[in-house]
């Protein structure tokens, strides 16, 4: 495997062949990610018979217990590596397919969920992430973004896939071949491909040099914030807040977009394929975001995130026809490029390498934290009130919020003395 990688790296750096492993990683997690949930929801109702604040109810509680395993699993990633890691999660993830195809009841579904979301919209995303994070410096914004492809990928293809096998083989078989498709797909790459950083290789981030040759490059991956000094920063605080938000609204939106949107007007065949549609803009968008992350503040490209996020719920809020509906899927591919591209790009930025997986993974705990609680106001508020509109209104005045406060991002000091040779802490 090593000669392998290093036969590759005389043609090409190795780190963009992590990056195709990390896109393909992130497009698997598809099973596990919001909008492949989405198309099964009617079918689940009607199957368990159960309404859509208890299936909600349900998806947030299990999200939310497997978002406290993050933590632990981002410390298994800084004990044993990525590759190692990936290669558990993946196997795990495939079963946890087969077994949510066969839920009888609300418990059974509540673990399937909580082992889907810790797997797939966790686990996997993490490992991706890190994996980018520890063989790009300064290109990392568009090597996120280039893993950012697996994601809008997974878009255009896991929803109309999800229907069609619904409507050939049942959504509990369905599920089946998702599993299935999951350790096809994943494990020879992750097997054969996957190193942890470029400096098992004798390489350096960004493939600026073709050995580590010096202390400065050797320092490189000792360089960042422990757990604990992280959480005494304001700059984690505000960047869970806004991720934490962004997260949860986002997962709203893919939650209930189909229904969102045959509510107010749209076909449920029409309501799916704007999933594709947000995956095209999805595909434009994130190599420019990548690329302004690399090249401008990281402060400023993130309060433009953050605006997006508020156009994207007031866009959802006035769709009454398939023009309104084109406009939001723009508004929410540019909101998804923008979200995938930061989870994985602030952390390193703001904290280092040296204990990267322990403060992502707490970091994600708070985000997919947000993620198990977003869908419940808007189940709520179609149970109750029989429209989503008033309520997207309001919940985009959280991401508004966030961007105010998304001006006071600093790097912690302690960092910036590491990163200018002063003392080692």
Not at 238 to 244: F, M, V
Request: net charge positive.
């Amino acid at each position: 495997m090593k000669s392998l990688a290093l036969n590759i790296n005389r043609r090409i750096f190795y780190g963009w062949v992590i990056v195709a492993v990390a896109a393909l990683g992130i497009f698997v997690s598809g099973p596990g990610q919001s909008h492949t949930f989405s198309v099964f929801l009617v079918h689940i109702q009607a199957d368990l018979g159960i309404s859509a604040t208890t299936l909600s109810s349900a998806y947030a509680f299990a999200t939310l217990i497997a978002a406290f395993g993050l933590p632990y699993m981002g410390r298994l990633v800084d004990r044993f590596g990525p590759r190692r890691m990936l290669l558990i999660v993946t196997l795990l993830l495939g079963l946890a397919c087969l077994a949510f195809g066969a839920a009888a009841g609300f418990l059974w579904l509540a673990v399937g969920f909580a082992a889907l979301r810790f797997l797939g919209q966790g686990s996997v995303m993490l490992n991706c992430s890190n994996l980018i994070s520890q063989w790009f410096d300064r290109r990392r914004g568009f090597a996120l973004s280039l893993m950012a492809f697996g994601f809008s990928v997974s878009m255009a293809v896991h929803p109309p896939l999800s229907q069609w096998l619904i409507d050939t083989v049942g959504w509990r078989q369905a599920w089946f071949w998702l599993g299935a498709s999951t350790w096809l797909l994943l494990i020879p790459p992750v097997l054969f491909l996957i190193h942890n950083k470029p400096e098992d290789l004798g390489l350096a981030p960004d493939g600026d040099t073709s050995a580590i040759t010096d202390d400065t490059n050797t320092s490189a991956a000792e360089q960042g914030l422990t757990l604990r000094q992280a959480l005494a920063s304001s700059t984690f605080w505000i960047l869970c807040a806004s991720l934490g938000g962004m997260s949860m609204l986002v997962t709203a939106l893919h939650f209930f977009q189909v229904s969102i949107l045959t509510t107010q007007g749209l076909s449920e065949v029409a309501a799916a394929r704007i999933f594709p549609i947000s995956a095209l803009v999805m595909l434009i968008a994130i190599p420019l975001i990548g690329r302004a992350l690399d090249r401008f503040p990281t402060h400023l490209v993130f309060i433009f995130g953050l605006i997006v996020m508020v156009a994207s719920l007031t866009s959802a809020a006035m769709v009454h026809d398939l023009t309104t509906a084109i406009i939001y899927a723009v508004a929410f591919g540019v909101n998804n490029g923008c979200t995938m591209t930061f989870f994985g790009y602030v952390w390193p930025r703001y904290f280092g390498r040296k204990h990267l997986g322990a403060i992502q993974g707490t970091g994600q705990m708070i985000a997919v934290t947000g993620a198990a609680i977003g869908p419940l106001p808007l189940a709520i508020a179609i149970d109750v009130l029989g429209s989503y509109q008033t309520t997207l209104l309001m919940l985009a005045i959280y991401p508004a919020i966030c961007a105010v406060a998304t001006m006071f991002l600093r790097t912690p000091p302690q960092l910036l003395l590491q990163q200018r040779g002063g003392e080692q802490i």
